[in-house]
Each structure stands twice: as structure tokens, then as C-alpha cells.
T-cell receptor, first 114, second 117 residues
Framework: KAGVTQTPRYLIKTRGQQVTLSCSPISGHRSVSWYQQTPGQGLQFLFEYFSETQRNKGNFPGRFSGRQFSNSRSEMNVSTLELGDSALYLC?????????????FGQGTRLTVV | AQTVTQSQPEMSVQEAETVTLSCTYDTSESNYYLFWYKQPPSRQMILVIRQEAYKQQNATENRFSVNFQKAAKSFSLKISDSQLGDTAMYFCAFMKEGSGNTGKLIFGQGTTLQVKP
């Protein structure tokens, strides 16, 4: 069974540009969550999608947005990039049914903003 | 709002010895889950162990066990017979249960564990 796949693994962007990150969840998983990991702030929740609907959103500016497609694949977009957006972006998928809440993480996308 | 605190930024242990990582949390929820995740240098987050708050029995997974003290809101991880492959950053995490469960994990700041040969 394939794991969570995030593409690309590495990205270098210039301030002011926009970027789109992709996450393919484990087959059958309908929940996809996104997290930002930085040395200073640690791991912070961005948002979660379930069956194409955003169910929860963290405290990030509107420049951070996402969506989920009918096949449960998710994309995250950051517009007008700032130096502080440099981070490891992690995606996690889960079944989110009953007690089955285990989140499986991808290897992340390392975004560097210069 | 829920918070998770890991007060030990770094720890080290000799191979084959036992080490305990601390975690405290704050919540007004009655039903929730607690997790320990491991993040090795490869950056892949791996679930180590999970505890349901309604269960009094502490979870165990091979060399990994937890000490869950619900009243004290404490959730420590014990690693027995430490191995070099246990070297990683360890994160304690909290998730609401039930209708409030929206896949949101709240993480602590992490503890870097170094296992020395």
C-alpha cells in the first residue's frame, strides 16, 4: 500500500511569487491535513480537508489556501511569498472514521523563499 | 484552546539504557487522544504510540510505553533498551475526539533524543 506522497520534495521560490504543493493521501483516506514546520514555531496546523470540504483552519493569513479534489488529493497554495514562509510543509492523511484517527505523514516539501 | 508542552528540548541516552521523555498538556475536553510521533533526520513523521483518554491502561508498543496521568494531564514516553535507530526528534501531540475531531493535531515543541553507542 503506497504511503502519503508529497510533491515536490524541494522548492526554491522568490519573495512575492506563489507556490502550489501537492499531497496524495493513502488510498481510501478522505482526510488530509497540512502542517507547517519551522525551527522557531515548531509544527503548526494549517488546515484540514475531508471529502472536499475544509473542516478546520489554523491561524494563518489568507495567503495560505488549500483545496481537495474528488480523489482526495489535496493542494496547498501560498501566494505572495514571504521569507518567513520558508519551512517544511507536511501533509497527513487519515481515515477519520470512528476511533480510527491515526495520521500518516508524507516526507514533506521543503520550501525555501529567497 | 489546547496546548502541549515538552519541557526537555534535548536528551541523550546510552545504547541499551532506558529514557523517559516528558509531556504535559492542557485541555478542557474530556475525550481526546494523545500521541507520540518520531521524526528522524529523514523528516518522515512516524507514529510511535497512541493513547485514548478514556482508557486507564497505559499503552505499550514493544520497547515503547507511556505513563498517562489524566488528572495531572501528563503523558510521558518511556523507551526501553534504546537503540541507535531511536535517535530522532520526538513530538507529543493532542487530538480532540468525537464531533470536535477534525484531524487537527496539536504538537509540542519536540524533544531531540540522541542515542549514544
Amino acid at each position: 500500500k503506497a504511503g502519503v506522497t508529497q510533491t515536490p520534495r524541494y522548492l526554491i521560490k522568490t519573495r512575492g511569487q506563489q507556490v502550489t504543493l501537492s499531497c496524495s493521501p493513502i488510498s481510501g483516506h478522505r482526510s488530509v491535513s497540512w502542517y507547517q514546520q519551522t525551527p522557531g514555531q515548531g509544527l503548526q496546523f494549517l488546515f484540514e480537508y475531508f471529502s472536499e470540504t475544509q473542516r478546520n483552519k489554523g491561524n494563518f493569513p489568507g495567503r495560505f489556501s488549500g483545496r481537495q479534489f474528488s480523489n482526495s488529493r489535496s493542494e496547498m497554495n501560498v501566494s505572495t511569498l514571504e521569507l518567513g514562509d520558508s519551512a517544511l510543509y507536511l501533509c497527513a492523511s487519515s481515515l477519520q472514521t470512528g476511533l480510527n484517527t491515526e495520521a500518516f505523514f508524507g516526507q514533506g516539501t521543503r520550501l525555501t523563499v529567497v | 484552546a489546547q496546548t502541549v508542552t515538552q519541557s526537555q528540548p534535548e536528551m541523550s541516552v546510552q545504547e541499551a539504557e532506558t529514557v523517559t521523555l516528558s509531556c504535559t498538556y492542557d485541555t478542557s475536553e474530556s475525550n481526546y487522544y494523545l500521541f507520540w510521533y518520531k521524526q528522524p533526520p529523514s523528516r518522515q513523521m512516524i507514529l510511535v504510540i497512541r493513547q485514548e483518554a478514556y482508557k486507564q491502561q497505559n499503552a505499550t508498543e514493544n520497547r515503547f510505553s507511556v505513563n498517562f496521568q489524566k488528572a495531572a494531564k501528563s503523558f510521558s514516553l518511556k523507551i526501553s533498551d534504546s537503540q541507535l535507530g531511536d535517535t530522532a526528534m520526538y513530538f507529543c501531540a493532542f487530538m480532540k475526539e468525537g464531533s470536535g475531531n477534525t484531524g487537527k493535531l496539536i504538537f509540542g515543541q519536540g524533544t531531540t533524543l540522541q542515542v549514544k553507542p
